[in-house]
């Protein structure tokens, strides 16, 4: 029906209407990104330019179009404060592309809109490098290119299918040289990174404030896969480190201040046992500058393009927030031993509380105090004894805790006796403190998720965690999870928590419990080899590219040499294909012509624009009516019939029939001159 509906309107109007599909499709896709009345702006214009084109109604005039500009330039500042920037920019491009169409009167015009929103497809790739992502451009961009071949081809009223059909070859042609050229570009870091923009995602941050969130909304975004070579560690041993949190206000948790001279400040001091770990991990950007390594890691990271560093936290480092999809390998040991083993003036900081805070834990750790002694040799059965009270004591784990007030730990240990992995660790952290134990909080990713396709261990932001490091004498920093002793299973067994379901995936549940985690698995995987292969490319890859060619030592230099060769080599096929694909211009002029040819040897002159019917008079005079002169003169009509035949005339020979018989014409012989 669409397709009838279509064929009833005049080109023009056809072709117009499949423009504005695609220019839709393309804005569609950056709704995620732009505020409400952007999406709101650019649907009113295209549908009211759809109703001009339906109705052939005049396109409005300027007056019309500057005032809806001034609209979106006023919109877009107070929204973004700024006309510049990646966010107000794609803002701006996306109603611009819409505003274009209104003045679209001429092919001219169309080409502008054609570019334009090649250029805001571009943009998508700001805020997404993904798998569907890519898929979503590529429809785009067959669109835009049926559209461009379509405004080439004014003659006659050639059907959409054809046009993409040709727009196809074209894609599918300029695809080995895309190829290439992907391959073997350098790759010069920051370079092909994403420009990014102070963005954080939910799961982690450089602070953590407790009991201000009344109910824990989980993210189910991945935060980084990891592939182990060999077995991968007990899953009670995946403690994947991050930010280590040391200052503590009473409200919020900060990290560790430099407040003693470098030769005083406490050291790493990392020394690790036992059978390494080796994997590769592949991280989601996060526009944090945070590693997260298995514990605990001696060697860097080999991160392309940035340099990364290990603080005394054993935290891991890079020069620059991490903007884009980056892969390093590392080694780890779960056996290692870290920090002082005897006790420090920069431990005063880790046992620091403000005053005022939390009185009847302060009260709860004299009491143990006096059941279990003090000092250095008392510190093992104090721990004990308060991981005893969290496994006894009716604590809960639960992501609806309530808003805390001011005194989280009181509240905690007396009153509430609920909450999730914050509340448990910076509470236990307190009564560690007040016990004058030097302790501090550790925030990573904890367990994570095997996908059985592709081998990769997936974790996500919902696997965000948060444990405590007590240090003891004579063993340095000691990691204990409180939360194990609440929920056992959050961090033993790794049942992890669930975020809600969709009504799609809600739905599919339904119908078959094991479906949708098959095609979670699935689609999952292909995100992962996409990653793998594609947006993890780096310079190092191109290097491996090389050696495999047989460069044994393959620098730069080597590359630039293999790509102008590959594009030497591309550029002389091209010309070769281009020569060829013109000599097989029309197949039908070079039979004439190759008749003609032979027919001049034989002493037949002839004109290049000597018709066949011609030539065919020619011959006969030539040889009267013998019967090759007959033959030939029936066949250089059949010729002319095949091509300008009129319509409902006898059907003519095939050109390849043609063909044939022209290599079993017997021609007579060239006379003795």
């Known amino acids: 029906m669409l397709k009838t509906a279509l064929s009833a309107l005049p080109r023009d109007t056809r072709d117009t209407l499949f423009l504005l599909a695609v220019v839709a499709w393309v804005a569609v896709m950056q709704i995620p990104h732009v505020p409400w009345w952007c999406s709101t702006l650019t649907a009113g214009v295209l549908l009211w330019r759809t109703t001009l084109t339906l109705r052939g109604r005049p396109l409005p005039n300027w007056p019309w179009r500057l005032g809806l500009l001034l609209i979106t330039l006023m919109a877009t500042w107070a929204t973004h404060g700024t006309l510049l920037g990646q966010d107000a920019g794609v803002t701006l491009v996306v109603v611009l592309l819409a505003l274009k169409t209104l003045e679209m009167r001429a092919r001219r015009d169309a080409f502008v809109v054609f570019f334009l929103a090649f250029f805001t497809l571009l943009t998508h790739f700001f805020y997404s490098q993904s798998l569907l992502t890519a898929a979503g451009i590529l429809i785009a961009l067959l669109g835009l290119l049926t559209a461009l071949v379509n405004a080439h081809m004014p003659v006659g009223r050639p059907s959409l299918w ?343 995936a809600g739905a599919i549940r339904n119908f078959n419990p094991t479906l949708a985690a098959q095609l979670r698995a699935a689609w999952e995987a292909m995100n992962n080899r996409w990653n793998q292969w594609v947006l993890n490319y780096t310079q190092g890859s191109q290097l491996d590219l090389l050696k495999n060619l047989g460069f044994k030592s393959p620098s730069w230099t080597d590359l630039a040499y293999v790509l102008i060769g590959v594009v030497v080599l591309v550029s002389l096929l091209g010309a070769a294909w281009t020569l060829w694909e013109r000599q097989q211009h029309d197949p039908w002029l070079r039979l004439l012509r190759r008749a003609r040819t032979r027919l001049a040897d034989l002493g037949v002159a002839s004109a290049d624009h000597t018709p066949p019917r011609e030539l065919a008079q020619r011959v006969r005079q030539r040889w009267g009516e013998t019967e090759a002169a007959r033959r030939i003169a029936q066949w250089l009509l059949q010729l002319e019939a095949q091509r300008y035949a009129r319509p409902g005339a006898a059907p003519s020979p095939s050109l390849a029939t043609l063909q044939r018989e022209f290599r079993q014409l017997a021609w007579p012989r060239k006379d003795p001159r």
């Open 162 to 504: 054809q046009a993409a059909r040709i727009a196809a070859g074209m894609a599918a042609m300029g695809a080995p040289i895309m190829l290439v050229l992907f391959l073997l570009f350098p790759r010069f870091s920051p370079l092909w990174g994403v420009p990014g923009e102070d963005r954080g995602r939910s799961g982690l941050s450089s602070t953590m404030r407790v009991g201000q969130i009344a109910e824990l909304v989980l993210d189910d975004g991945i935060a980084l896969r990891v592939r182990f070579e060999g077995d991968p560690p007990p899953q009670a041993e995946l403690y994947f480190r991050g930010p280590v949190l040391s200052r503590f206000d009473g409200v919020e948790w900060r990290p560790s201040r430099a407040e003693f001279p470098g030769r005083r400040a406490l050291q790493s001091e990392l020394s690790v046992a036992g059978d390494p770990i080796r994997y590769e991990v592949t991280m989601e950007p996060s526009q944090r500058p945070w590693l997260f390594l298995l514990e605990a890691a001696e060697q860097a990271p080999q991160v392309p393009g940035m340099n990364v560093r290990m603080t005394p936290e054993l935290q891991w480092l890079t020069d620059r927030p991490i903007g884009q999809l980056v892969r390093y390998g590392a080694i780890s040991h779960t056996t290692f031993r870290h920090g002082p083993l005897e006790p420090v003036l920069a431990l005063q900081e880790q046992v620091a509380l403000p005053p005022g805070f939390n009185p009847r834990t302060l009260e709860l750790a004299q009491q143990l105090r006096r059941e279990h002694g003090r000092g250095p040799e008392a510190t093992p059965r104090l721990v004990q004894a308060v991981m005893e009270r969290l496994r006894t004591g009716g604590y809960l784990y639960t992501l609806e805790p309530g808003v805390y007030g001011q005194h989280t730990a009181d509240e905690f240990w007396f009153d509430r006796r609920q909450g999730f992995c914050e509340h448990i660790a910076s509470s236990f952290v307190i009564l560690m403190r007040a016990l004058d134990i030097p302790a501090r909080i550790v925030t990573g990713y904890q367990g994570g998720e095997l996908n059985g396709i592709d081998g990769f261990w997936t974790v996500r932001q919902r696997d965000a965690h948060a444990w405590a490091e007590v240090w003891q004498q004579g063993l340095g920093w000691v990691r204990v999870d409180p939360t194990s002793a609440v929920a056992p299973g959050r961090t033993g067994s790794l049942q992890r928590l669930s975020a809600a379901e969709g009504a799609f």
